[in-house]
């Protein structure tokens, strides 16, 4: 370094400042007053991750008991298709998913789709989905468990449709799907 003492002093300190206050924000540094004019920083593992852990000890727990079909499903529809979801986490219905525009409740599926009454209360209602494919697959695989299926785009191995609720899961564990999306909202700018 090369300059004048002064110069290099206030490059140091406010280095280290910079270095001390990102490492206080992160919430791993706690100060030490050893001396009545120095100060010893400590850096600490920080416990923010371990509490978060703690917190949500039962999301973790839940995830590793996933079956692999349960990883291709979104993470918002696992509350409402599977009995195991813990019921005082669940905040996401059924009318919540009526609200929007991607699904159907049991009772007006039949209305707007070609099924009976009975089929549309087994299906718990009709949800859009995007469902990627493996490459190698059929676009056709889905055709028995889906209620309309206006996408199939083969380029991308890509199907978008109705689906039951109730047959995300029977969906899922098909080898040839590779996983089953919630569509995004268009955005307007």
Known sequence: MTGDPMTRTCIVFFTVLAISCALVTAGCVSHQFVEKNST???VSPSTISADLEQQNDWAYQYRNNLTPAQKKIPAELLPIIDPNYPKEHIHITKKDLAAGQFFIPAE?????????E???QEDGGEIYVHIDLQPTASLDVIDPYATDIP?????????GGWVGLNNLEKIASLP????IKLPSP????
């Not at 268009?186 to 700018?189: E, M």
Request: charged fraction near 30%; hydrophobic fraction near 40%.
């Open 186 to 189: 268009a955005v307007t700018y």
């Open 151 to 159: 996408i199939k785009n083969e380029e991308w191995d890509f199907v």
């Open 176 to 179: 040839d799907v590779k996983e």
């Open 108 to 116: 007006k599926a039949s209305q707007k789709f070609n099924i009976s």
């Open 118 to 120: 009975y089929q549309a």
């Open 40 to 42: 010893e920083i400590t």
